[in-house]
């Protein structure tokens, strides 16, 4: 099986002073996975190191650069699933961790549980000798200036979705750049697949909102019997259809990762208004990067040959010995 690795680093808009380090970021985080796969290694090490990567880029809203919640502080939500085994392992609403992916991987592979929340999550953390950072530390200039921007009444994306106000598919687009995840989805030589995906969740979200990422079958999910996923996207709409889970559903049923990706996402925009992207790869190595918001930054590698895009159609490949 020749090793694919696929990343994304949220559906939404993104400005032009973030368009390069956003494009640059992905590709970079599917190198480093791809390495990893080159030399042997698992689908879930994969996975893990390219979330990790972008977990550690102050570009994406995971890690260092999540956004802030309505008391202006961090909580941050993550997921990994093994498709050989289909076990997972996630967390959700942690603080002071620099990588809650890597936790993930401790309560999947550590505990007999799905998921830890909050101070349990924190309790863990410490058991397990995963060091504390501080909360100052993981929040950037820009994720403070986005949050005090949408304090303003009426710009507040939570208080339109959340509070019983109507909701247009063209504002949640709108808003899709405040609300963006990063995931990655494998396939290793040995033909098992991962997906891992993390986020600091919605802008001014409420404290304690927990969103897709850590669910099994919204925020991820993976099979080995027919491929992986991660979303990215508005989260309640994303849970409300399962959206991973549904797309794996449309490849049992002979769709390919394209059509099924398609299928699903439009079902998520008609049925419950949601914007939103994926990554998918299937059993056969067969991949793909797709979304109905304007743009989502993407890079996959397979075969030696890298490729990245950021907007709806837009595709560029590079011999990875090139870089």
């Known amino acids: 099986m020749l090793p694919v690795i696929v990343v994304h680093g949220g559906a939404g808009l993104v400005g032009a002073e973030r368009l390069e380090g956003s494009c640059r970021g992905v590709q970079e985080a599917a190198l480093a996975a791809y390495r990893i796969l080159q030399q042997g290694g698992s689908a879930l090490d994969a996975v893990e190191e390219a979330v990790v990567k972008m977990e550690d880029n102050p570009m994406y809203n995971a890690g260092c650069g ?17 498709g050989k085994t289909l076990a997972s392992g996630a967390v959700s609403a942690v603080r002071g961790i620099a990588n809650p992916i890597k936790l993930s991987r401790l309560v999947m592979e550590k505990t007999q549980h799905l998921c830890l929340t909050a101070e349990g999550a924190s309790r863990f953390a410490k058991a397990m000798g995963v060091p504390e950072v501080e909360e100052e530390s993981l929040k950037t200039d820009y994720s403070r200036k986005r949050w005090v921007e949408n304090l303003a009444p009426g710009s507040n994306p939570v208080e339109s979705q959340m509070y019983g106000k109507s909701v247009s598919v063209s504002f949640l687009n709108q808003n899709r750049g405040k609300m963006g995840t990063v995931g990655a989805v494998a396939i290793d030589s040995q033909g098992n697949v991962a997906s891992a995906t993390s986020t600091g969740g919605m802008l001014n979200k409420m404290a304690g909102r927990v969103g897709d990422t850590p669910c099994v079958g919204c925020g991820a999910y993976a099979d080995n019997l027919f491929g992986a996923a991660s979303p990215t996207g508005h989260g309640e709409a994303i849970m409300k259809v399962t959206l991973c889970r549904l797309i794996l559903f449309h490849m049992e049923q002979g769709m390919s990762p394209e059509k099924a990706a398609d299928t699903a996402l439009e079902y998520m925009k008609t049925r419950v208004q949601g914007i939103g992207g994926v990554i998918v790869v299937n059993s056969s190595g067969d991949w793909v990067a797709r979304f109905t918001s304007e743009k989502m930054p993407w890079a996959a590698v397979k075969n030696d040959q890298l490729h990245y895009g950021f907007y709806k159609g837009e595709s560029f490949t590079l011999p990875v010995s090139s870089i």
């Open 66 to 82: 999540s956004v802030l919640n309505e008391l202006g502080e961090v909580e941050m939500d993550a997921i990994i699933m093994d």
